[in-house]
T-cell receptor, first 115, second 116 residues
Framework: DAGVIQSPRHEVTEMGQEVTLRCKPISGHNSLFWYRQTMMRGLELLIYFNNNVPIDDSGMPEDRFSAKMPNASFSTLKIQPSEPRDSAVYFC?????????????FGNGTRLTVT | AQKITQTQPGMFVQEKEAVTLDCTYDTSDPSYGLFWYKQPSSGEMIFLIYQGSYDQQNATEGRYSLNFQKARKSANLVISASQLGDSAMYFCAMREENSGYSTLTFGKGTMLLVSP
């Protein structure tokens, strides 16, 4: 059974460019999460979806960030325009919808570097 | 206030010894779940063990066990017989009922180094 798949693994871009990160959750999982990890702030929840519907995007830093989930098997996180402070590892994770016992299963992350 | 506190930035242990990684949490929900994740230097986040707030027994998964002290709001991870491959960052996390169990809040992590 494939895990959460993220692409690309690494992205290097220049300030001002648009960046799109992609995620395919585990089949049958109803919840999808985007996290950002930095040394200073640790793991931060950016946004999560239940049944493809965004539920809480209060963690999205600003309007430059947007996320979509057009169907149950695909999500994107877009940064436009990108800035050097956006440099981080971005994780996508998925889980079953209900139950405190459902762990989040993480992808391998996308390491973003904005120069 | 932080929901998850991991007070040990780093821990050192010799191979084959046991080590305890501390985690305290803050919640007013009667129903919640506690999780530990391992993040090796390669970067992936690996789920290790889960403890539910109503579970009477401490969770165990192979060499991992969770020392759950509900009254103290602590959920320490115990790794027995440490191996070199256990060297990694370890994160404690919580899912609360009042968020519909939807979000997982993480601590800052503890870096574990296992020496030969």
């Amino acid at each position: 059974d494939a895990g959460v798949i993220q692409s690309p693994r690494h992205e290097v871009t220049e300030m001002g460019q648009e960046v799109t990160l992609r995620c395919k959750p585990i089949s049958g999982h109803n919840s999808l999460f985007w996290y950002r990890q930095t040394m200073m702030r640790g793991l931060e929840l950016l946004i999560y979806f239940n049944n493809n519907v965004p539920i809480d995007d209060s963690g999205m830093p600003e309007d430059r960030f947007s996320a979509k989930m057009p169907n149950a098997s695909f999500s994107t996180l877009k940064i436009q325009p990108s800035e050097p402070r956006d440099s981080a590892v971005y994780f996508c994770a998925s889980s079953q919808l209900t139950g405190a016992a459902s762990p989040l299963h993480f992808g391998n992350g996308t390491r973003l570097t904005v120069t | 206030a932080q929901k998850i506190t991991q007070t040990q930035p780093g821990m050192f242990v010799q191979e084959k010894e046991a080590v305890t990684l501390d985690c305290t949490y803050d919640t007013s929900d009667p129903s919640y779940g506690l999780f530990w994740y391992k993040q090796p230097s390669s970067g992936e986040m690996i789920f290790l063990i889960y403890q539910g707030s109503y579970d009477q027994q401490n969770a165990t998964e192979g060499r991992y066990s969770l020392n759950f002290q509900k009254a103290r709001k602590s959920a320490n991870l115990v790794i027995s017989a440490s191996q070199l491959g256990d060297s990694a960052m370890y994160f404690c996390a919580m899912r609360e009922e009042n968020s519909g169990y939807s979000t997982l809040t993480f601590g800052k992590g503890t870096m574990l180094l296992v020496s030969p």
